[in-house]
Structures are given as structure tokens and as C-alpha cells.
């Protein structure tokens, strides 16, 4: 049996895509959670073999909870299931090492497909995407300016955000001054929109 766990803060989409595996004779799903702070609990109560992960929850996103699962539970593969096909979630999948990308309008045997294929140990990801994505590059940020632009988005002040990632007040001025340069923003918070949009946080 494949040991799947399912993350996704869309009840309906999670307990629909639940119900469908379910019905694979070699498919248990043994753990369903909406936010990406429970993905990490989950996975060491229950040991999936495929964690299938939506990228936008609650509490930790999808990725950074894909690269905590990897880490620390590294016999769970992951596969990000999302509604949206951005290559800049794409660029930073494959850097969290995940096995899978899909988006959730693919079709039902494609998703179970992918569960099986990721299991026996391939990659599976949609080539147009990956194209995309190679053509774009991983986006213009760093990953400092990144984490940044994520503490600025849940509208801290510049001691907050210098308070939560150990930096200097001035350190995370610089990184905020550059992150609103590189994306053509007059302001953090608009900086912050733009590369969410475009898939870079």
C-alpha cells in the first residue's frame, strides 16, 4: 500500500481528492490536515510514503513545509498540488527537492498516476511549466530578501521583522530597499503582492 498524506486548507478539494484515492486498491490515505503547521506532525505520527501539498495555507506555506517534511522525515516524498502553475513556485519546488508539481485542475489519473510514480521513486512534473520556468529563472530575489518580503507581508515593522529573522534593523532595510528595486514596487507591502503573484515567495 501507498501511504498517502494530504495537506490542503480547501476542505472540500482535500476530502474530494481523499474519496477518489481512496478508491485505488493500492492507495491508504492515513492523514488529511489544512495548514502547513500540521504537515510536519502529521507525517511523524503516520509515516506517508507520498505527501501531496498544496503551495497557499495557512501557517507555513506549502513549500516551506514540503522542505521541513523532506528534512525531516526524508523517506516521505512530496508532491506540491496547486492551483497555480507559476514557474517561480515551480523554481522553488524543485529547490525544496520536491519529487512531484501538478496543478489541481489536472485530471484524476493523473494524479494518481503521479502518487505511483512518485512512490517508485521518479519525478514527475508537466514539462511546459518546467520549460517556463527554465526560461524565467528562479525570480530576482534572494533568500534573504524573500524571508524579508514574507515578514513584511504579515505587515510587521522593520524591528519586527529584524526582531524574527536576527538581523539588524539596517540589514533589513537594505534587503527590503532591494527587494522593492527588483521588482519595480513603490512599496514593501506592493513588493511583497508583486512576488507572491509571480510565484517568488
Not at 498517502?4 to 474519496?19: S, Y
Not at 488529511?32 to 511523524?44: C, I, K
Not at 506540491?80 to 524543485?94: D, K, L, Q
Not at 520536491?98 to 510514480?117: I, M, Q, Y
Request: hydrophobic fraction near 45%; aromatic fraction near 4%.
Amino acid at each position: 500500500m501507498i501511504r498517502v498524506l494530504l495537506a490542503d486548507d480547501q476542505t472540500l478539494f482535500r476530502g474530494a481528492l481523499a474519496a477518489m484515492l481512496a478508491l485505488e486498491p493500492d492507495i491508504e490515505i492515513v492523514a488529511q490536515v489544512g495548514s502547513g503547521d500540521e504537515v510536519l506532525d502529521a507525517a511523524r505520527r503516520t509515516r506517508p510514503d507520498v505527501a501531496l501539498i498544496d503551495v497557499q495555507m495557512p501557517g507555513k506555506d506549502g513549500l516551506e513545509a514540503a522542505a521541513e517534511l523532506r528534512a525531516l522525515v526524508p523517506g516521505c516524498r512530496v508532491v506540491i498540488c496547486t492551483t497555480f502553475g507559476r514557474p517561480g513556485y515551480f523554481a522553488r519546488a524543485m529547490e525544496h527537492r520536491a519529487c512531484g508539481f501538478v496543478v489541481k485542475d489536472s485530471s484524476p489519473e493523473h494524479l494518481v498516476e503521479t502518487v505511483r510514480r512518485v512512490h517508485a521513486g521518479l519525478r514527475v512534473v508537466d514539462p511546459a511549466l518546467a520549460a517556463e520556468s527554465l526560461a524565467s529563472g528562479t525570480g530576482p530575489l534572494t533568500a534573504r530578501e524573500r524571508d524579508v518580503l514574507r515578514e513584511a507581508r504579515r505587515g510587521g515593522t522593520v524591528s519586527e521583522i529584524a526582531k524574527a529573522l536576527h538581523l539588524s534593523n539596517g540589514t533589513v532595510r537594505n534587503h527590503l530597499s532591494a527587494a522593492i528595486g527588483k521588482t519595480g514596487a513603490a512599496t514593501r507591502a506592493e513588493a511583497a503582492l508583486i512576488a507572491e503573484e509571480y510565484g517568488w515567495l
